[in-house]
């Protein structure tokens, strides 16, 4: 079975630096999908950038980027120029891209607490 | 506006109870999916559906029940079986067909046990 770990439970960045926050997963699959889902204090999730395995570049979307290292099975995300809408809860999340097993389902990380300092 | 929306945002229910949490989606998506969240344990799927009149278990779904009469509607019952109810209950759906696509989720019910 697949999982997904996020070490570190809280962070906190002074507003218009960069923070990065760690994820690792753990799976035997070949081809998979990551993603990073923001959580903001109205608790809606929202999408902030995926990767698909298969893609060695790693994917940018405006101020953040991941750090997708397939061989070490960890899917870092890099906030640039931090704003304090940024301040959120932050997971990681992992998907099966196997037919025969795919749900569809979200595979998610326990979370990253994001504080942004002015 | 398509989206997502869950009703109600608050609920408090008595140990015995059974409680339906609703979801209601327009955008036209045929997967959709139920979380748990929890403080500390990230989300954990309860049940999916990828099409009307068909739905599969996750990986909590002891004390749970679900239908998928419609597209747009895929309503969670928490039955008085499920042993630690109080949590926070979101409903997300995507086009079916290709893993990469996007999970949209609702806006969350909170669920409290009295």
């Known amino acids: 079975a697949q999982t997904v770990t996020q070490s570190q439970p809280e962070m906190s960045v002074q507003e218009a630096e960069t923070v990065t926050l760690s994820c690792t997963y753990d799976?035997?699959?070949?081809?998979?999908?990551l993603f990073w889902y923001k959580q903001p204090p109205s608790r809606q999730m929202i999408l902030v950038i995926r990767?698909?395995?298969?893609?060695?570049q790693n994917a940018t979307e405006n101020r953040f980027s991941v750090n997708f290292q397939k061989a070490a099975k960890s899917f870092s995300l890099k906030i640039s120029d931090s704003q304090l809408g940024d301040a959120a809860m932050y997971f990681c999340?992992?998907?099966?891209?196997?037919?025969?097993?795919?749900?569809?389902?979200?595979?998610f990380g326990q979370g990253t607490t994001l504080q942004v300092k002015p | 506006d398509g989206g997502i929306t869950q009703s109600p945002k608050y609920l408090f229910r008595k140990e015995g109870q059974n409680v339906t949490l609703s979801c209601e989606q327009n955008?036209?998506?045929?997967?959709m999916y139920w979380y748990r969240q929890d403080p500390g344990q990230g989300l954990r799927l309860i049940y999916y559906?990828?099409?009307?009149?068909?739905?599969q278990k996750g990986d909590i779904a002891e004390g749970y029940s679900v239908s998928r009469e419609k597209k747009e509607s895929f309503p969670l019952t928490v039955t008085s079986a499920q042993k630690n109810p109080t949590a926070f209950y979101l409903c997300?759906?995507?086009?079916?067909?290709?893993?990469?696509?996007?999970?949209?989720f609702g806006p969350g019910t909170r669920l409290t046990v009295l």
């Open positions: 997300a759906s995507s086009t079916s067909g290709h893993p990469y696509n996007e999970q949209f």
């Open positions: 799976t035997s699959e070949s081809d998979y999908y």
């Open positions: 990767q698909e395995a298969y893609k060695q």
């Open positions: 999340a992992y998907r099966s891209a196997d037919g025969s097993s795919n749900t569809g389902k979200l595979i």
């Open positions: 955008l036209n998506h045929d997967a």
């Open positions: 559906s990828q099409i009307v009149n068909d739905f």
